[in-house]
């Protein structure tokens, strides 16, 4: 299906799901203004946000299963198998936290269910910066989500660890975003557009000429706004504050959804736009090693498990931060394979996380995991499955990802890297580990210790599902790897928009 | 028929069985666990007979698996991992009976996780898929890990995760190694397999890379081996280990590195591995294990431990026999790696069934029992005289032919290695006279038992395969035969080889 962005009927088709979405986000929002009193209330706004997100989903289906592509080059929105492979993610990650926030937003007592109409357009925002192929689009999508995600992250208004959390949240992401727009208007000084395609043939014309010094501090201020977001060291200084003292779904959200997003518009900014610059390799390269060694050792000394996870996620964007470098269509998708195990075992370990936390949410450490196993046999596995898929264990989805990277990596002659990849998943180990040695292998501190565990019916559902896509792709991966080899050949430098003349 | 399904089935038959024992009441798992032990071993013994001793790959399967990417599961024996299949089949039985009083909490657990773990160790020789072998490789770590932490003794945490750790540096370096392999292999021939063959015969012309990659196997391997001065979690894992815990790291974990050397690290990088510098440092580093950890289990005072130093030794001599490269030599290694596995395990075995009478592992506890507890006693010397090496026992048979061959490759080395084999008497022999002939001092060993039926049932099979080997290794020897001249001769340019008997 071909789709010409200047007719409006087809403008419309291609931005389907992210109508749908908003649709939906605005049905919501008259629905809790109706009803916001009670917990029924709380929980039938749930069940409709799932199911807006389960439509949205079917709709980007239905874009890919008939094949949706947007004609010429010159288009606001991207269509491509890289997005609706992007928008599934994000809004796989939005429907589990939903599914496991039902018990929390209840336990806590934070009957608000603007919750979820903040988690939608949270997804909305996500979706909207996978799909931008213009800098402007996917800065629009960026603030959206940002913001949803800040109040988010101070949704527990009453705890101020939660409240601290937001305010440094917005305030670091406030600084992120004006690096990201001051890099745009650079680079829109250099090249005179915002596109993306556009840019990738001015930049390719400007390298035969001479480098320009305005195009490269566009650049990196564009990776240093990025670098925020998706928390790469030296730029994640607010990760396991923020993370710690968001309300633990949320934080499940946050490490995932936020992340991918962040990483799909880096993808498509740095191959369609800066395709034929070799500047960028570089500094993702020492982003990448400094990232991974700096999140592995930092988390190494963490006794809670939740900034433990929260260094651990900064760590996962090291990972990913090799297959940017290493770029092309296996980098992309190798991002898209890991991208979707990492989602899966992040949400699972944070929704298992969940069930041990009391009412008001104190600290769980790791030795707070004493025993589990001998009480909750089955959740037990659950998070001994979701570490040892983040510790890149075979038999997992986590480890199908990081063999993926590993491949990306290696074809494209990063050696180096790749070896530096895992001799710090060897670090990882050293924190992974003491979570499974701590619920089988330490005895129970007293027969009490564990009578607070619970989690409830759709929790454990959602657990369930986790713990079985984690085992499925990890042991057949043919489909995983189908979808995203065709992805990641989508997003490519613009060579074929050389047949579009400069302005 | 049988052919093609005797691997497979050997491989998923012990998850079958290992979900089952989880299903069933607690006291039951361990009937249930030694039954389909014992079907695994019925299943496994037809290979002794079927298989035609020729030099190449049997009863071989190829399935794709993720076929995009060229990875298959690709099973199939030689004469060189034919017996460490079948040690394995003959241990899990021995191992599983061995901890029916051993193991007290969370049974089902417990054999549910060693019959996983069966599945990893023979996936690991029967892998002909280096994705698969990877796979096997490291899904065995996780029982062995969880074997050694819950149910090991009171440094447990640290044991096992030392182990998992160290097997966790060299395995992570060795999947780069494979996949810079198969993307070398894909672009000189356009084909993306991880098949052993495939991967064979495209790994030369790699030029400097190729010291990188046989670097990363080499750690690989030398941890699981392990060689001196990688050896350090082998202590700490035996001895917290549970009883079968220990049998099987030595009895069959163990022998994985040596294997990888033979399978892979060997055939891939010949033009490295037998470079003489490459030569140096593995016969300097075996010797150092010989020696080295004779030495140190003579001054040991806990006799597990003692009996874990004693496995770097013979670890040692496996290593030499390997990088001599010649049919004896390697025969002799092969055979020492059954031999260790069998007689390491029943010493193994023997310390358990004492330590859960008195709880008490160091030496010095014991002395002059020989006369409390006879069968024990006898049943203790035969087997050190194996491990020893005396003649008659299958110790010699392996040690003598490393020696003997490895004579004409390195004849100083082999000199030094020969104070190996005395180092190993004075160690043994005195803990010996320590434990059961002097004078009985302590009043609490006069109370002890000696050994029940079912200890009995454990040990007697041992026995019998270390005089079986000690009298008549012929069959052994001539099964192997084969495969070990393929490999020289694939290795050694056969106008070198040619003229030995």
């Known amino acids: ?503 | 028929m049988y052919a093609r399904w005797l691997i497979t089935a050997l491989l998923i038959w012990p998850l079958i069985a290992g979900a089952v024992v989880l299903l069933v009441p607690g006291r039951l798992a361990k009937y249930v666990a030694l039954a389909a032990s014992l079907v695994e071993f019925a299943i496994s013994v037809p290979l002794w007979w079927t298989f035609v001793p020729d030099g190449g790959m049997q009863f071989v399967v190829d399935r794709p698996w993720v076929a995009a990417w060229g990875i298959h599961y690709t099973v199939g024996v030689d004469g060189i991992s034919l017996f460490l299949v079948l040690l394995t089949t003959f241990l899990m039985p021995l191992s599983i009976l061995g901890s029916w009083s051993y193991i007290t909490r969370r049974d089902g657990g417990f054999y549910a996780l060693l019959l996983v773990l069966t599945t990893g160790m023979i996936g690991v020789f029967v892998s002909l898929d280096l994705f698969l072998f990877y796979v096997m490789w490291e899904v065995m770590l996780i029982p062995m890990y969880f074997i050694i932490g819950v149910w090991g003794g009171d440094n447990r945490l640290y044991a096992a995760i030392k182990f998992f750790i160290y097997t966790f540096v060299g395995s992570l370096l060795m999947l780069v190694a494979i996949l810079v392999l198969y993307l070398h292999a894909a672009r000189a021939t356009g084909a993306y397999s991880f098949g052993y063959a495939h991967l064979l015969s495209n790994a030369k012309d790699l030029g400097p890379v190729a010291w990188w990659l046989f670097g990363a196997f080499f750690l690989a391997f030398a941890i699981k081996v392990p060689l001196f001065p990688l050896h350090t979690w082998l202590p700490d894992a035996h001895v917290e280990a549970p009883t079968a815990g220990s049998v099987i790291l030595a009895g069959i974990l163990l022998k994985m590195g040596t294997y990888g050397f033979l399978r892979f690290a060997l055939p891939f990088f010949p033009s490295v591995a037998l470079s003489r510098t490459v030569q140096l440092v593995i016969v300097i580093l075996s010797l150092i294990g010989i020696i080295y950890g004779g030495l140190v289990a003579l001054v040991q005072p806990d006799f597990k431990k003692l009996i874990a130093y004693s496995s770097v030794a013979h670890l040692g001599f496996v290593m030499l026999g390997i990088w001599a490269l010649t049919l004896q030599s390697v025969q002799g290694a092969l055979l020492i790696m059954i031999n260790h596995g069998i007689s390491t395990g029943a010493l193994f075995f023997l310390v358990g069934m004492i330590y859960e009478r008195r709880h008490s592992r160091l030496i010095e506890a014991y002395g002059g029992i020989a006369r409390v507890v006879p069968l024990f006693a006898g049943i203790l010397t035969i087997v050190s005289l194996s491990s020893i090496a005396l003649p008659g026992t299958n110790g010699f048979v392996g040690e003598f032919l490393v020696l003997l061959g490895s004579f004409r490759t390195y004849p100083i080395a082999t000199v030094l290695a020969t104070t190996g084999v005395i180092v190993a008497a004075a160690y043994l022999l005195t803990a010996l006279q320590r434990v059961i002939y002097n004078p009985l001092t302590n009043a609490e060993n006069e109370k002890l038992s000696d050994l029940t039926l079912r200890e009995l049932l454990v040990l007697a099979p041992l026995l019998a395969g270390i005089l079986w080997i000690g009298i008549y290794p012929k069959p052994f020897l001539q099964r192997m035969e084969p495969s070990a001249k393929a490999l020289i001769e694939q290795l050694r340019p056969p106008s070198s080889v040619a003229g030995q008997p």
């Open chain 1, 1 to 503: 299906m071909r789709l010409d962005p200047a007719v409006s009927h087809d403008l419309l088709l291609t931005l389907l799901p992210e109508l749908v979405l908003t649709g939906w986000s605005l049905v919501l929002l008259l629905f809790v203004a109706w009803r916001h009193q009670t917990t029924r209330d709380l929980r039938l706004t749930g069940w409709l946000t799932f199911v807006a997100l389960v439509s949205t989903a079917i709709a980007t289906w239905w874009l890919w299963w008939n094949r949706a592509s947007v004609q010429g080059t010159v288009s606001m929105v991207a269509a491509d198998d890289f997005r609706w492979v992007a928008d599934w993610i994000f809004l796989g990650a939005g429907a589990l936290t939903v599914l496991v926030s039902f018990g929390y937003l209840e336990r806590e007592r934070l009957l608000a269910p603007e919750y979820y109409v903040l988690l939608v357009f949270g997804v909305l925002g996500m979706m909207v910066m996978a799909a931008g192929a213009d800098l402007m689009v996917i800065f629009l999508g960026l603030e959206l989500m940002s913001v949803a995600v800040y109040v988010l992250t101070g949704f527990d208004r009453r705890r101020a660890r939660s409240a601290e959390a937001a305010l440094k949240y917005f305030l670091l992401g406030a600084f992120a975003s004006g690096f990201l727009l001051y890099g745009i208007a650079l680079v829109y000084g250099a090249t005179g557009t915002t596109n993306l395609g556009l840019i990738g043939t001015q930049v390719g014309a400007l390298e035969a000429s001479r480098s320009s010094v305005m195009l490269l501090a566009g650049l990196a201020l564009l990776i240093v706004g990025f670098g925020f977001k998706i928390a790469a060291v030296p730029f994640h200084m607010w990760a396991p504050d923020v993370y710690d003292g968001a309300p633990t779904p949320v934080t499940g959200f946050m490490a995932t959804g936020v992340k991918a997003a962040a990483f799909a518009a880096l993808f498509r900014v740095l191959n369609q736009a800066f395709g034929t610059l070799t500047t960028w390799h570089d500094i993702v390269w020492w982003l990448a090693v400094v990232t991974m060694i700096g999140g592995n050792v930092f988390a190494l000394s963490q006794r809670s498990v939740k900034r433990m996870l929260a260094y651990s996620s900064v760590a996962h964007a090291g990972y990913l931060l090799v297959a940017v470098s290493a770029g092309g269509s296996s980098g992309t998708s190798a991002f898209l394979v890991y991208a979707i195990a990492y989602t899966l075992m992040t949400v699972g370990a944070f929704a298992i996380l969940q069930a041990k936390g009391r009412a008001g949410e104190s600290e769980v450490t790791i030795d707070d995991l004493s025993g589990l196993a001998t009480r909750h046999p089955w959740l037990s596995f659950g998070l001994a499955v979701c570490m040892l898929s983040l510790l890149g264990f075979p038999g997992t989805a986590g480890f199908i990802g990081k063999w993926y990277i590993l491949i990306a990596a290696l074809s494209a002659g990063q050696n180096v890297l790749a070896a530096i990849l895992v001799l710090t998943s060897v670090v990882s180990a050293g924190y992974y580990l003491p979570v499974i040695m701590a619920m089988y292998m330490k005895p129970e501190p007293d027969e009490t210790a564990h009578l607070d565990v619970r989690l409830d019916r759709w929790g454990r559902t959602a657990v369930a599902a986790v713990v079985l896509g984690l085992l499925l792709f990890g042991v057949w991966p043919n489909r995983l790897f189908d979808l995203a080899r065709s992805a990641g050949g989508s997003v490519q430098p613009s060579s074929t928009s050389t047949a579009v003349s400069p302005p």
